[in-house]
């Protein structure tokens, strides 16, 4: 059985940066790649960014160049980096661990940006 936890939402005041992590436990094989969505109230959840077993990053257009993924593989952890965050930002923000075996979600941190 796998397991994400993500850690790191909070608020935070408009331009601001947070740190999200996620930590994945379990039975994990064959990791292909591993990422970051969110889901703003009353909308569909939506893709943030991937990164893959590779490290090759994608990133929805409405973060690039704000948003950074990175991992460590020795920890099964990922991580988002938001800077210069906006109140558009604000959503729950899932984990997602996609493997030959099958496809993992985190239950989510709430990011919320306001002043």
């Known amino acids: 059985q796998v397991q994400l936890v993500e850690s790191g939402g909070g608020l935070v005041q408009p331009g601001g940066s947070l740190r999200l992590s996620c930590a994945a436990s379990?039975?994990?094989?064959?990791?292909?790649?591993m990422g970051w969505y969110r889901q703003a109230p009353g909308k569909q959840r939506e893709l943030v960014g991937v990164?893959?077993?590779?490290?090759?990053?994608n990133y929805a257009d409405s973060v690039k160049g704000r948003f950074t993924i990175s991992k460590d593989n020795t920890k099964n952890t990922v991580y988002l980096h938001m800077n210069s965050l906006e109140p558009e930002d604000t959503a729950v923000y899932y984990c997602?661990?996609?493997?030959?075996?099958?496809?993992?979600w985190g239950r989510g941190t709430q990011v919320t940006v306001s002043s």
């Open positions: 997602n661990l996609y493997t030959v075996l099958g496809d993992y």
């Open positions: 379990g039975s994990i094989f064959s990791i292909h790649h």
């Open positions: 990164i893959s077993a590779g490290g090759v990053t």
